[in-house]
Nanobody, 119 residues
Framework: QVQLVESGGGLVQTGGSLRLSCAASGRTFSRSTMGWFRQAPGKEREFVVGIGWSGGVTSYAESVKGRFTISRDNSKNTVYLQMNSLKPEDTAVYYC????????????WGQGTQVTVSS
């Protein structure tokens, strides 16, 4: 099993930056696919970006391309989401998720961290 704890959320002005972190417990982190999702008030949870165990990145959601960057440090069991040029529409609860080796989908979730972008 794996436990995920996000941090780094907060309130930022339009155009600002934040870096989210997701610390994972467990020995399978380095072989797991990790992802970031977000859910805005009144909206469905949406996929933002994923990263494979070796660092290969899936496609970014169109709305964040060129502004967000995912990375991971397997030595620290941590995945990051660098968010630049933030917009009010980026306001959401951001969730970290993991798909363990052999699992075909994200089945493990953090508690989420709130990101609020003021205009």
């Amino acid at each position: 099993q794996v436990q995920l704890v996000e941090s780094g959320g907060g309130l930022v002005q339009t155009g600002g930056s934040l870096r989210l972190s997701c610390a994972a417990s467990g020995r399978t982190f380095s072989r797991s696919t990790m992802g970031w999702f977000r859910q805005a008030p009144g909206k469905e949870r949406e996929f933002v970006v994923g990263i494979g165990w070796s660092g290969g990145v899936t496609s970014y959601a169109e709305s964040v391309k060129g502004r967000f960057t995912i990375s991971r440090d397997n030595s620290k069991n941590t995945v990051y989401l660098q968010m630049n040029s933030l917009k009010p529409e980026d306001t959401a609860v951001y969730y970290c998720a993991a798909a363990l080796p052999g699992e075909g989908q994200y089945g493990h979730w953090g508690q989420g961290t709130q990101v609020t972008v003021s205009s």
